[in-house]
């Protein structure tokens, strides 16, 4: 094992180059495109024996690594926020052909206007596209959550995402370990599809499929990206097995006797974690919850996560118009039918960028403890006049 | 309504001070259009001033004109929207190679077959500025980046070449190194009745080829109008415009004498010829009696 002081893109890079992807596509992006440049350097030196192309577009870039994909190779891109807006199209392809591709996303604002910060509105927008996805706290868990990816994407035949909030993690460096390519090979066995592109036996792939059977391969889908929550599960116990690091899909900190149990994902959790312990310092029970996996919903593991509490306050560093938090609504779903539902303060904060301090998250335990009820469905924190 | 009025080049400057390299060629660029607004004469709020994504495509800003930095790669459809709905503005359209070359590239032939009357201004530069220094659509080959350690192992887009092959009305090439040309060239474009497509090579300082700067520019420069190149024959323009990488050809490349009717200009003689119609009678037909 190595360690190297990594910033967030190149612990990407890092594990790509351990998964031994063999085709890499992308369009330079703020800020994602330093994964992709020390990809370029590796391919181009050899230290990654793998095709990189340099596209003219991110749209290409993912159609690309569908077609390096559907010839059974591993592909790997990234990108951000218009980056990943722009792949939408292909985001639905390469779920409906079975394509088990991994795409690292920088969260970052999304236009108009312009902004290049943290935001986590480019990935949840593409929710429901089929993807597998993993919001990540530190640039191990970048790192760790690229190989372990690959290993659940392959198992059930569907694309993950893994996300990382933009410049606090993208551009942070951190001491971060690396895996020995054998070790990684030793957990994650080349990808080794039933049905790809092959002389040998030849398929045609993406043909129509009518209302006669286009329904069942969609419950195909479902039924894939469901059965994934337990091959993340043990994707994840194995490779704690293997290297000491676990990175559990929904992470509980201190919530064991918790009353106020905080929810939280990316950076965010780690910021947290500090309020956590002052106030459990002061003697409060408090607690925290990290949404690590985000698709499939971890229904199981939240609910069991949270319903202790007797007051849940979530966080999101997005928005949906009209509805709210993104992740405070996927919790409310998983509550809606639990008989002792704690009342769920949604709040909104940290969006395109702006820091979410520990007295940002403070004040928002504070407010949660003092109030009987939330004051509204959703509550924007910091908001100027 | 359009109007022109005695304008100098420093109405349609605006307080914002550029956020580029210092050298950065596309300060030149920016000088450039404010001379050719100014010859022009229309007031700035008659002017719609369009651009992609780029470090060029923070020029609008930089204008007192209407301005629009939208989305990588879309600035001619947006721009185009624009004109269709307000076909009385002045619009011109700005960004970068990466910008009109790669992601946006298939908007191109589009806009230029479909003619609707615009001013198209690529600052080519051979690199992504704004991303700090990836191979571009018109890098060269072998060219190094941070996204080709080794070299470029790709050809480059040729975007006079493509231009004129696409059927371009108006095409010519400047360099900020001759800022007086450039500013004429920008104002023949804004003139031009139709789509009018100018490619300045506009050097980047911070990531570009040292052999490509201002200076370089200067002495390799060849203006096509002492050489008598007859601006109103396309091959001779594409035989030189296959000179694109090698030698630096300014000025006029095409230029249609014949140019057919503008989009708008026919979308306006359609209207005219369907208002001599007898609605009526000839709804009358479907209706059952």
């Given at each position: 094992?190595?360690?190297?002081?990594?910033?967030?893109?190149?612990?990407?890079?890092?594990?790509?180059?351990?998964?031994?992807?063999?085709?890499?596509?992308?369009?330079?992006?703020?800020?994602?495109?330093?994964?992709?440049?020390?990809?370029?350097?590796?391919?181009?030196?050899?230290?990654?024996?793998?095709?990189?192309?340099?596209?003219?577009?991110?749209?290409?870039?993912?159609?690309?690594?569908?077609?390096?994909?559907?010839?059974?190779?591993?592909?790997?891109?990234?990108?951000?926020?218009?980056?990943?807006?722009?792949?939408?199209?292909?985001?639905?392809?390469?779920?409906?052909?079975?394509?088990?591709?991994v795409l690292a996303n920088v969260n970052r604002a999304v236009g108009s206007p312009w902004n290049i910060f943290a935001d986590q509105n480019d990935s949840l927008s593409q929710r429901d596209t089929g993807w597998l996805q993993y919001y990540c706290e530190d640039n191990q868990e970048v790192l760790d959550t690229i190989i372990q990816a690959y290993k659940v994407a392959e198992r059930v035949l569907l694309p993950a995402m893994v996300c990382l909030d933009a410049f606090f993690l993208s551009h942070t460096s951190e001491p971060?370990?690396?895996?020995?390519?054998?070790?990684?090979?030793?957990?994650?066995?080349?990808?080794?599809?039933?049905?790809?592109?092959?002389?040998?036996?030849?398929?045609?792939?993406?043909?129509?499929?009518?209302?006669?059977?286009?329904?069942?391969?969609r419950a195909r889908i479902d039924a894939a990206m469901r059965h994934a929550e337990q091959v993340a599960e043990e994707a994840d116990e194995e490779f704690g097995r293997l290297f000491g690091r676990r990175h559990p899909l929904v992470e509980t900190y201190k919530t064991d006797d918790a009353d106020i149990v905080l929810v939280a994902s990316g950076t965010v959790a780690g910021t947290a974690r500090e309020v956590i312990d002052a106030r459990r310092a002061r003697g409060e029970r408090v607690g925290l919850v990290k949404i690590h996996l985000f698709r499939p919903f971890p229904f199981t593991p939240i609910r069991r996560a949270v319903?202790?509490?007797?007051?849940?306050?979530?966080?999101?560093?997005?928005?949906?118009?009209?509805?709210?938090?993104?992740?405070?609504?996927?919790?409310?779903?998983?509550?809606?039918?639990?008989?002792?539902?704690?009342?769920?303060?949604?709040?909104?904060?940290?969006?395109?960028?702006?820091?979410?301090?520990?007295?940002?998250?403070?004040?928002?335990?504070?407010?949660?403890?003092?109030?009987?009820?939330?004051?509204?469905?959703?509550?924007?924190?910091?908001?100027?006049? | 309504m359009t109007t022109?009025?005695?304008?100098?080049?420093?109405?349609?400057?605006?307080?914002?001070?550029?956020?580029?390299?210092?050298?950065?060629?596309?300060?030149?660029?920016?000088?450039?259009?404010?001379?050719?607004?100014?010859?022009?004469?229309?007031?700035?709020?008659?002017?719609?001033?369009?651009?992609g994504i780029g470090c060029s495509s923070r020029i609008p800003g930089y204008t007192t004109t209407y301005g629009f930095n939208t989305v990588h790669g879309r600035a001619l459809p947006i721009a185009q929207g624009i004109k269709l709905a307000r076909p009385e503005l002045l619009v011109l359209v700005a960004g970068g190679d990466g910008?009109?070359?790669?992601?946006?590239?298939?908007?191109?032939?589009?806009?230029?077959?479909?003619?609707?009357?615009?001013?198209?201004?690529?600052?080519?530069?051979?690199?992504?500025?704004?991303?700090?220094?990836?191979?571009?659509?018109?890098?060269?080959?072998?060219?190094?980046?941070?996204?080709?350690?080794?070299?470029?192992?790709?050809?480059?887009?040729?975007?006079?070449?493509?231009?004129?092959?696409?059927?371009?009305?108006?095409v010519a090439q400047g360099t900020p190194a001759d800022l007086s040309g450039l500013a004429s060239l920008i104002e023949a474009g804004l003139r031009y009745p139709g789509f009018a497509f100018i490619n300045v090579q506009s050097p980047c300082i911070t990531y570009g080829q040292p052999e490509a700067q201002l200076k370089a520019h200067k002495a390799a420069m060849k203006r096509l109008e002492p050489m008598g190149h007859d601006v109103?024959?396309?091959?001779?323009?594409?035989?030189?415009?296959?000179?694109?990488?090698?030698?630096?050809?300014?000025?006029?490349?095409?230029?249609?004498?014949?140019?057919?009717?503008?989009?708008?200009?026919?979308?306006?003689?359609?209207?005219?010829?369907?208002?001599?119609?007898?609605?009526?009678?000839?709804?009358?037909?479907?209706?059952?009696?």
């Open positions: 094992m190595t360690t190297k002081v990594l910033e967030g893109t190149h612990a990407i890079s890092w594990a790509v180059q351990r998964s031994r992807a063999a085709v890499i596509a992308a369009y330079p992006i703020t800020p994602s495109s330093g994964v992709v440049e020390l990809l370029a350097e590796m391919c181009a030196d050899g230290r990654l024996d793998a095709r990189f192309v340099a596209v003219e577009s991110e749209h290409s870039a993912l159609a690309t690594c569908a077609g390096a994909s559907q010839t059974g190779m591993r592909a790997f891109t990234a990108t951000s926020s218009h980056g990943l807006l722009y792949m939408h199209e292909m985001l639905h392809w390469c779920v409906g052909a079975r394509l088990p591709i971060v370990s690396i895996p020995e390519p054998h070790e990684v090979d030793a957990y994650l066995p080349p990808f080794a599809p039933d049905y790809f592109l092959s002389p040998d036996e030849p398929h045609a792939f993406g043909g129509l499929s009518a209302a006669d059977g286009y329904m069942e391969l319903s202790g509490a007797k007051k849940i306050a979530i966080i999101d560093r997005n928005v949906s118009f009209g509805h709210g938090g993104i992740m405070a609504s996927e919790l409310r779903s998983a509550m809606c039918a639990h008989p002792l539902a704690p009342p769920i303060f949604s709040f909104i904060a940290g969006l395109g960028g702006r820091d979410i301090t520990p007295q940002t998250i403070d004040d928002v335990v504070a407010h949660t403890i003092q109030q009987e009820q939330p004051e509204a469905d959703t509550l924007w924190v910091g908001l100027k006049e | 022109t009025t005695v304008a100098t080049p420093n109405d349609y400057k605006s307080d914002l001070k550029p956020i580029w390299c210092p050298g950065c060629g596309d300060y030149g660029v920016v000088q450039a259009i404010y001379r050719a607004l100014a010859a022009v004469g229309r007031p700035p709020h008659e002017v719609a001033f369009v651009s910008d009109g070359f790669s992601i946006g590239g298939g908007h191109v032939p589009h806009a230029v077959r479909r003619n609707i009357d615009l001013t198209y201004v690529v600052m080519d530069n051979q690199i992504y500025g704004l991303t700090k220094g990836q191979l571009s659509p018109t890098s060269p080959r072998g060219l190094k980046t941070v996204s080709s350690a080794y070299g470029s192992v790709e050809d480059p887009v040729n975007p006079l070449m493509y231009v004129l092959g696409y059927g371009a009305r108006f109103t024959d396309r091959l001779a323009a594409m035989r030189l415009a296959a000179e694109y990488g090698e030698a630096l050809y300014t000025g006029v490349f095409y230029r249609d004498p014949n140019p057919s009717p503008t989009y708008d200009a026919e979308l306006v003689e359609r209207r005219r010829a369907f208002g001599t119609l007898d609605r009526a009678r000839a709804l009358d037909r479907f209706v059952p009696h």
